[in-house]
């Protein structure tokens, strides 16, 4: 069964770092892309970028390119979100997702997400 | 960079059929893909490449696309289909993937 696990809500100060994580099981993690989705409160769903594991090869949408880090280590399955310094309005819901093919193909398993939340 | 365009939302009622656009430049040219979002739910993926359907959605759930716009369909709606949908597209001009903005789906 093919899952991705999200690390836990987290609650942050503006200018503090912070890096979430998404572990893929159930399939050959190295194979397939991983993208990462931001949902703002009562917001939709916003592409932030993609990360191919087998060799890191990463794309960034131009919103995010330069606000944020995606990485992974393929030898424990894992990909990464990081920020260098939050802001108030990096305040939301944040989805891991695999590409089921690359380049024009949707994305078929989703993690359950990562609430981010940045306050003073 | 390509942009698509959804209704904020639709109403229907029961047992009706509904029928959300995702609207683009040329996007018939384009694979489009689906995802119903529940609240407090990651979201799910129904159509993939404008109208296949995966294992576990209904046949009440269907896509086409043609020109500039895209169109998921869900016949006999039920209480459970009450929920956001978002259309996404890959863009190959800049190599990135790109989502609607979404449509609430108000089951009357």
Known sequence: ?120 | SYVLTQPPSVSVAPGKTARITCGGNNIGSKSVHWYQQKPGQAPVLVIYYDSDRPSGIPERFSGSNSGNTATLTISRVEAGDEADYYCQVWDSSSDHQVFGGGTKLTVL
């Open chain 1, 1 to 120: 069964e093919v899952q991705l696990v999200q690390s836990g809500a987290e609650v942050k100060k503006p200018g503090e770092s912070l890096k979430i994580s998404c572990k893929g099981s159930g399939y050959s993690f190295t194979s397939y892309w991983i993208g990462w989705v931001r949902q703002m409160p009562g917001k939709g769903l916003e592409w932030m970028g993609i990360i191919y594991p087998g060799d890191s090869d990463t794309r960034y949408s131009p919103s995010f390119q330069g606000q944020v880090t995606i990485s992974a280590d393929k030898s424990i399955s894992t990909a990464y979100l990081q920020w260098s310094s939050l802001k108030a309005s990096d305040t939301a819901m944040y989805y891991c997702a695999r590409l089921g093919s690359y380049p024009s193909g949707y994305f078929d398993y989703w993690g359950q997400g990562t609430l981010v939340t940045v306050s003073s």
